[in-house]
Structures are given as C-alpha cells and as structure tokens.
C-alpha cells in the first residue's frame, strides 16, 4: 500500500505540554495497543529524546527552546490497516506567542500551515488570562479602571485565541465565507488533571470550554463544520511531576502507564494516540 503523508500542525505555546505528550505519544505507539500503532522506527526521534529519559526517570522534562523547530516523522498504522507516515512537530512554544506579537507568519511557519490537514490546538485552562464584563463582574463590583497607555494592554485569553486562529487560517490561505472542513481541528485541553475533580467531575470537555471560554467556543462553532471539530481533554502525565525529585510509580511501572484523554463524551481513555487518530478520520 502506498505510503501517505498525513501532516497535523500541533498548536500551543509555552508550557501547555506539546512536548511531553510528544514524548508519551512515542511510547503509546511502540506499546502497540492503541488506535494507533508504529510499524518501522522513526529515522529521529532526537526532539522526544530527553523528555522520554527524563520521564523514564519519573521526572518532568524541561521546555523546547524557542529557536527550535524540527519534526519527527512516524510509520503508523490506523486500526483499519491503513498506511501512514504521520509528521509530529516540535517546537519552543514562544515561536506562537511572537507570531501573535510581531503580527507575522515565518516561511516555516506559512509551510507547515499549508501543508497541514489537521490542527491539534493545545490550551491549558488553569493559566487563561480572563477579564471580567458586565455579565461575569459580580454585582456591587466596582468596573476595573480604564487602561490609561497601550503599553498597559494585555489581550485576555479568549481574544488571544480568536485572533491566533483566525491569523493561522489566513496563513493557510482559508476563507470563512463558508464553514471550515479544511484544516479539521482538535481542540485539546491539556494537564488536565491540574484543573482539580471539582471543576472536572462529570464535565464534557466542549462544555468546560464553553464555561471558561465561551467567546472561543462560539468563535469555533461559528467558524468550523460540526463534524469537523473535536474537543478533548488531556492530561499527558497523568499527575504533576517535580523536576528534581523522581516519581517512584514512573520509575517502577515506566511512563507509558501513566496519562489520560478525556473524550468528547466525558468518559476517560489511556490512549494517548486518540486526538490523533480522530483527527485524522477527517483528514482531506
């Protein structure tokens, strides 16, 4: 059968945990039990080398350097048999944030957006900056002062994101004149298990996003074909790790044990390939 190139763009910026499930990713594929599978070693696994040692040593792995982009390709198979080569990039998260800054797109950048099918959008909920509105502020509140310089802006998370998508469709060359199919999206709520059970507990993925960010939720709804969307919760370590003291599980029972994705339904997966798998059901 012949090989195809199945390229998804992975979307974040710093610390929303692009590399270490890039990391667990690789060890879920060599396990061989998921919807997903590797079939032949990757020619370089080098940007997933260090994450995978030191979670091997049940420690949290450091950040991707900004400067840094580079990709690892991955012989997969899909449970239907289907063939794939499936590129995973990797790269320092602050490459998004000075996109957003600068209000341009690099020749990289502008490629891989083309090149993509499919978009992985990693948003971590507990570190969004949100401002309060007349329909958030409790009542008897005092409004906050207006901004006096530009100097003093700061955009709120929700607008950060409307304008970061909308400025990776131009890019990509896409109108919204009718609703998007092409790039498909996947919109992952990672290290979700920081978020706490009382905020989690029962929760749908799209319906916590709704609740945090309503404004992106009606953006993307508004903007994408239904089934052309999935929302999905992550949680790639399965718990906090320190950076200097080692888990004694981790060590004992190995990081492919360990993390969690939360389907559209609520219900708990440990296959960390899903995000990947259904986002290349839709792929073009």
């Not at 990713?25 to 060599?30: F, Q, T, V």
């Not at 792995?61 to 063939?83: F, W």
């Not at 890019?171 to 978020?195: I, M, N, Q, Y």
């Not at 969690?260 to 073009?284: C, K």
Request: proline residues 6%.
């Amino acid at each position: 059968m012949r090989k195809l190139l199945k390229s998804l763009l992975v979307i974040g910026g710093p610390a929303t945990g692009k590399t270490h499930y890039g990391g667990q990713l690789l060890g879920r594929l060599n396990k061989g039990d998921n919807c997903l599978r590797m079939i032949d070693a990757p020619s370089n696994i080098s940007p997933f080398e260090e994450v995978l040692k030191r979670l091997g040593q049940g420690m949290t792995a450091g950040h991707t350097a900004t400067e840094i982009y580079d990709e690892v390709k991955l012989p997969i198979e899909r449970q239907n048999g289907e063939k794939v080569e499936l590129v995973f990039p990797d790269y320092g998260g602050e490459q998004v944030r000075t996109m957003m800054e600068q209000r341009q797109v690099s020749i990289v950048w502008r490629n891989r957006l083309r090149e993509s099918g499919g978009w992985l959008l990693f948003i971590r909920l507990d570190r969004i900056r949100a401002y309060e509105d007349l329909l958030s502020r409790p009542r008897g509140r005092e409004a906050p002062q207006t901004i006096e310089s530009p100097e003093d802006f700061k955009w709120s998370d929700q607008a950060y994101y409307i304008e970061l998508l909308q400025l990776l469709l131009y890019a990509k060359g896409v109108g919204v004149v009718k609703r998007v199919k092409d790039p498909t999206l996947c919109v992952v709520l990672s290290c979700w298990d920081e978020l706490g059970e009382d905020v989690t507990k029962g929760v749908s993925p799209a319906t916590l996003l709704s609740r945090r960010m309503p404004l992106l939720g009606e953006f993307i709804s508004s903007i994408w074909t239904d089934s052309y969307v999935n929302v999905l919760g992550l949680s790639a370590l399965g718990k906090a790790l320190r950076e200097k003291e080692p888990d004694e599980d981790y060590m004992d029972y190995g990081p492919e044990n360990f993390g969690y994705v939360v389907l559209p339904d609520g219900s708990l997966s440990q296959d960390l390939t899903l995000p990947l798998a259904l986002t290349m059901e839709r792929l073009p």
